[in-house]
């Protein structure tokens, strides 16, 4: 059952984490929490026979996420986290802190894993975020195209920027730094700011040039997201960030019309770039270990999808959403908590992660009372009292 | 049609001759605190940087040295008053025509709609006698057809008849859709089974090129800021903006504007009023709209950028109440089994069932707002279906609007955007909100409350000047300049509670509690109790992050220093040792850094040499200007704008290059107070 992977008391902490939001809101039903017609109340869309589920020695999987099969085994699927909030914004801030009551400005939950790197350049890097919501007080990073502008992002503008230069530039950032008298918290924050972003060029001036190699998927041109992905694994081999977001096709998952189309393309879509993200992670090493040792990937939109359709053929948005772990801490090949005829989540059992009357119900700080614990921190002098998913974590 | 413009050295100039400001000060002079050398008996001694910071803040652009020279001596002779020169400063045309826009409209101003301008553009074969196209192929020269273009009517252009489909207007989805017009967002992007469109008489629907689409959009964008500066440059009432039937357009936002009831009219043949255009001025005007129904028009509400920006009525809300009463999405609360409890699921482009989600506990929070609101803007339908104005779907008599929730209703006003406008900038809210982006963009998360109110005491009922609320939150910044945050009184420290128990209240932690909490949560049955003796420590913590990262006080949030007294209270009681130090770095600090220039002002001081930086893709950009601060982000931007500005001037040697480099980096060029 957990084959490939040892006890997560005996791992060390992960050395980068990757958060991968697929953005406007995955409808789960396509692949974390596959139903059948019998399995939910008249009117709960289904739309595929009870044959096209993917069936699995782990765990069954909607037909979009057929990609996934082989990956199962390493993967832990959560359904459902509420992330009490049904637009896209706030959900956004409560995706990112991991807390489901936070403001734009809060820093978010891979800000506070960021600062407790060890000798990464930069604690994290955002890409692709869809909405302003996202900006917290460490934000570096280049939003999505879509409203955003199609127009160069910070990160292509630094791919062109000559090394010597970057060096030049790095040294007037730290000359600023050690300007700023320490005469406050601000000033010493700034100070530290300005040297993060000049480690960042220097380390970005001595790393390769980002050469991505092509992902070779329908829609890839249309939204580039091997492209981001490639970019997170970049930043990871060559130490350059500690932590990544990386968000997923502008905004397409948000299919209040048409879902019954773009659904299973865009989960389908997802499906392969995390087959091949897995794989890529095994291939790339830091320090001479595997990425894929040394990384938690955690996936999860912003917000859900209602579970009925709307006269557009789409769904509107609901305030639950599943999510997918990967890395060895996780107690993997195994789908936890569940949902009721309305696709609702149901509670469950902390100990076991199976539904359970009158059981825990599952929140986004969960995740980030869980991830903390597994870095070492105390959460809750960041303000996490979610509850710690032991049976996620088997510890 | 614009002022001359009056530099800000020209300024200094008739000052020091002797003349006296324009109008007279708004505004009560602060004590002003000189600088450490020797001031002038009869005037005051400022010091230079913050002499730079209110030039930069108020006109976006680095004052020369021997301006803000002549401006210092001036103001330490006692020749010049400090309210004077910044009187100046806000009645100079760079406040009104780049300031003033940015401060109010925000994101707005660098922000792409979904649904406007149109989605077509085409695409063309090489060569001499370029073939155009839609879709992935062009087609055969046989299936061509020969077009006059709407952006160059007197010539003629090929184009595949299948891209051209003069006739048709709508896209035609299968039964059982909403019918789409060709001129919407998804038109271009129908799935199967729909009618492709074309780009309709005179290529109407079309752009020849991403880059004249882009255009177009800048165009639109423009008409937003040129539409509050000339109501900034003539000192209206900033209502006027939100409410007038005119705005400032330039011909394209003009073309724009017409294609609208091309559409509505069904009129095949609109060339006669394309060839009007000629007679638009190129640089724009300020001009009336038409309307086909009454009240149609209501200012900056009613453009383009505004109407269009998402895909249906109600987000189209969210964006208006943004720059009207600074209201920000904000659903939390919602639970599944709240919305799976909602019969009606077809929620967001039919909007039916808004009544019930208008007065739900909880989404009546929201939902009263926006969803009585765009009953206003109905005869606008959902941009994704339908891009234009359609009169016949504008609703008829009088509607309410609601600012908080279903119980704060604010009367009523005519069914159409006119009358929403004139209801919404009655309310304190919008000059609460005009308040705030004055105060902010000049004082950053340093604003305190009082400062704020003393901003907003400047506003007028229907008679706001943006100058006097800029006016008056400069000389705020004056006011604070070098003011040191107060230290966090050294109360003795209470021993912390054991991890599972219930936390006592402190009689410090009670003065806090009761200066800033019990307002709302003093045995409120609805909210959380702060009023007892104890506190769990879930609360207490849930209590630290709310006010740490600004959710609470409700609408309120407490500036940084106040903030850092009330976390400070209260750590000592939860943690102790490495613990209590890393929750103050946290809660107290939350990693914030000094506040910022908007990353606009930024740019254009890094820029300086006059030349317009390239545009960027960025985040920083749609953020509030009282979350501005010194990110690792905006410092990269900033000193990736630096090397590409050093760039731009040919014929520099990489030394010269290199130094222009070190120069540019600066911390004065991207804190607004780098104190």
Redesign the interface.
């Known amino acids: 059952m957990l084959e490939g992977r040892a006890c997560a008391a005996s791992l060390s902490r992960p050395r980068f984490y990757l958060q991968i939001i697929p953005s406007g809101g995955v409808d789960a039903v396509f692949g974390a929490d596959p139903k059948t017609v019998r399995d939910v109340e008249r009117?709960i869309d289904v739309p595929y026979p009870a044959k096209d589920i993917v069936t699995t020695r782990e765990a069954p999987l909607g037909p979009a996420f057929a990609a996934l099969r082989p990956w199962m085994s390493r993967i832990a699927i959560v359904n459902s986290f509420?992330q009490?909030?049904?637009?896209?914004?706030?959900?956004l801030v409560h995706s990112t802190c991991c807390?489901?009551?936070?403001?734009?400005?809060?820093?978010t939950l891979l800000?506070?894993l960021g600062?407790r790197r060890t000798d990464e350049a930069?604690g994290a890097i955002?890409i692709g975020?869809a909405f302003?919501a996202?900006?917290?007080?460490?934000?570096?990073?280049?939003?999505t195209?879509?409203?955003?502008?199609?127009?160069?992002?910070?990160l292509?503008?630094?791919d062109k920027?000559?090394p010597?230069?970057?060096g030049?530039?790095a040294?007037?950032?730290r000359?600023?730094a050690a300007?700023?008298a320490a005469?406050?918290?601000?000033?010493?924050?700034?100070a530290s700011?300005?040297r993060?972003?000049a480690a960042?060029?220097e380390r970005w001036a001595a790393s390769p040039r980002f050469a991505p190699p092509a992902w070779p998927f329908k829609y890839e041109d249309d939204y580039k997201a091997g492209r981001d992905l490639e970019r997170a694994l970049w930043l990871m081999e060559n130490r350059l960030a500690r932590c990544v977001t990386v968000s997923l096709t502008g905004q397409d998952f948000d299919t209040?019309?048409?879902n019954s189309?773009w659904q299973p393309r865009l989960s389908g879509y997802l499906a392969s770039l995390l087959d091949r993200l897995f794989h890529e992670l095994g291939q790339r090493k830091v320090d001479g270990k595997p990425l894929s040792e040394q990384t938690v990937v955690f996936v999860g939109s912003e917000i859900g999808r209602?579970?009925?359709?709307?006269?557009?053929?789409?769904k509107?948005?609901?305030?639950?959403v599943s999510y997918l772990f990967f890395g060895p801490w996780f107690a993997a090949g195994r789908t936890y908590g569940g949902t009721d005829r309305?696709?609702?989540?149901r509670p469950i059992s902390l100990r076991t992660g199976k539904p359970e009357a009158g059981g825990h119900t599952l929140a986004v700080d969960d995740i980030g009372t869980t991830l903390l614990r597994l870095d070492g921190a105390?959460p809750?002098?960041?303000?996490y009292?979610g509850s710690h998913l032991g049976f996620l974590t088997d510890s | 049609m614009m002022r001359a413009r009056l530099s800000i050295a020209a300024l200094a100039a008739v000052t020091l001759a002797g003349c006296s400001p324009r109008t007279a000060p708004r505004a009560t002079e602060p004590p002003a605190r000189p600088a450490a050398s020797a001031a002038a008996p009869t005037g005051t001694d400022y010091d230079p940087e913050l002499l730079r910071t209110l030039s930069i803040l108020a006109t976006r652009r680095e004052p020369p040295s021997d301006e803000l020279a002549a401006t210092r001596r001036a103001l330490a002779s006692g020749q010049l008053a400090i309210a004077g020169y910044i009187e100046r400063l806000v009645a100079s045309k760079e406040f009104a025509a780049s300031v003033a826009p940015l401060v109010i409209l925000r994101?707005m101003l660098?922000?792409?709609?979904?649904a406007a301008p149109s989605r077509f553009v085409l695409s063309r074969t090489e060569g001499d006698r370029p073939i155009y196209y839609l879709g992935d192929k062009p087609c055969k020269p046989a299936q061509t057809v020969r077009v006059h273009p709407w952006w160059d009517l007197d010539h003629e252009v090929s184009i595949c008849s299948e891209a051209y489909r003069p006739a048709q207007w709508m896209a035609e989805r299968p039964k059982g859709?909403?019918p789409m017009d060709c001129l919407s967002a998804?038109a271009a992007f129908q799935?199967?089974g729909g009618h492709p469109c074309g780009c309709g008489p005179n290529l109407i629907r079309c752009f020849a090129s991403?880059d004249q689409s882009?255009a177009a959009a800048n165009s639109l964008r423009d008409e937003l800021r040129g539409t509050v500066g000339y109501v900034v440059e003539h000192d209206l009432p900033v209502e006027r903006a939100f409410t007038s039937n005119e705005t400032f357009r330039d011909r394209t936002a003009e073309f724009v504007q017409r294609i609208g009831k091309i559409e509505i009219e069904r009129e095949a043949n609109p060339e006669p009023v394309l060839r009007e255009l000629a007679s638009w001025p190129a640089e724009g005007q300020w001009a009336p709209r038409p309307e086909l129904a009454p009240g149609q028009h209501a200012g900056i509400l009613t453009s383009p950028m505004m109407l269009y920006?998402l895909?249906?009525r109600r987000q189209r809300m969210s964006i208006i109440y943004d720059p009207l009463w600074c209201a920000?999405?904000?659903?939390?609360?919602?639970?599944?089994?709240a919305?799976?409890s909602i019969t009606n699921?077809?929620?967001?482009?039919?909007s039916?069932g808004w009544h019930q989600l208008a007065a739900k506990p909880l989404c009546t929070n929201?939902h009263a707002r926006l969803d009585y609101g765009m009953q206003f803007f109905w005869g606008y339908p959902n941009g994704?279906l339908q891009g234009f104005f359609v009169p016949a779907t504008q609703q008829k008599g009088k509607g309410p609007l609601y600012v908080r929730d279903i119980d704060d209703p604010r009367g009523e006003a005519e069914l159409n955007p006119h009358g929403f406008a004139e209801l919404a900038v009655a309310q304190p809210e919008f000059r609460a909100c005009m308040a705030r982006d004055f105060a902010a963009y000049a004082l950053g998360d340093r604003m305190t409350r009082e400062q704020l109110a003393a901003v907003e005491a400047e506003a007028r009922p229907n008679a706001t000047s943006a100058r006097a609320l800029m006016h008056r939150a400069l000389l705020e910044v004056v006011a604070s300049w070098s003011g040191?945050?107060p230290a966090a009184s050294a109360a003795a420290a209470p021993a912390p509670a054991e991890p599972g128990r219930d936390i006592p209240i402190a009689p410090a932690q009670a003065r806090q509690l009761d200066a800033h909490c019990l307002d709302c949560h003093d045995g409120n049955q609805a909210r959380v109790d702060l009023s007892a003796p104890t506190l769990s420590?879930?609360t207490m913590?849930?209590m630290?992050?709310?006010v740490?990262?600004?959710?609470m006080p409700k609408n309120a949030a407490l500036p940084?220093a106040e903030r850092?007294s009330f976390v400070d209270a209260f750590i000592p009681a939860?943690?102790s040792g490495a613990?209590?130090d890393?929750?103050r770095s946290?809660?107290?600090?939350?990693?914030?850094?000094?506040?910022a220039y908007r990353p606009e002002v930024v740019l254009d001081l890094v820029h300086a040499s006059g030349r317009a930086a390239?545009?960027?893709?960025?985040?920083?950009a749609?953020?509030?200007s009282d979350?501005q601060?010194?990110?690792?982000?905006l410092?990269?931007?900033s000193?990736?704008a630096?090397?590409?500005a050093c760039h731009a001037e040919q014929g520099k040697s990489?030394a010269e290059?290199?130094r222009c480099?070190?120069n540019?980096?600066?911390?004065a060029n991207l804190?607004s107070n780098?104190?």
């Open positions: 009117g509420r009490n909030s049904a637009n896209h914004q706030s959900g807390r489901s009551i936070s403001v734009p400005g809060t820093p800000d506070v600062a930069v955002t975020t302003a996202a900006f917290s007080p460490k934000y570096l990073g280049e939003p195209t879509v409203q955003f502008g199609d127009r160069p992002g910070l292509d503008h630094l920027l000559d010597h230069e970057l030049v530039a040294s007037a950032m000359r600023e300007s700023l005469t406050s918290s601000q000033s010493s924050v700034t700011n300005l993060e972003t960042l060029f209040h019309v048409w189309i209602f579970p009925r359709l709307n006269a557009a053929d789409g509107d948005h609901f305030p639950q309305q696709m609702v989540a105390n809750e002098v960041y303000g009292t | 994101h660098s922000e792409d709609a979904l859709e909403a998804l799935q199967n991403p882009h920006n895909p249906d920000e999405p904000d659903s939390v609360g919602a639970t599944p089994e919305l799976i699921g077809n929620l967001q482009f039919d039916a929201c994704n040191r945050p420590r879930a913590i849930a630290l992050a709310d740490a990262f600004g959710r940084q850092r939860v943690w613990d209590a890393a929750a946290y809660f107290a600090d939350g990693m914030v850094a000094l506040p390239p545009p960027w893709r960025m985040l920083e749609f953020v509030r979350l601060q010194v990110t690792p982000g410092a990269a931007i000193s990736v630096a090397i590409e990489q290059i290199d480099i070190a540019a980096i600066r911390i804190a780098p104190h």
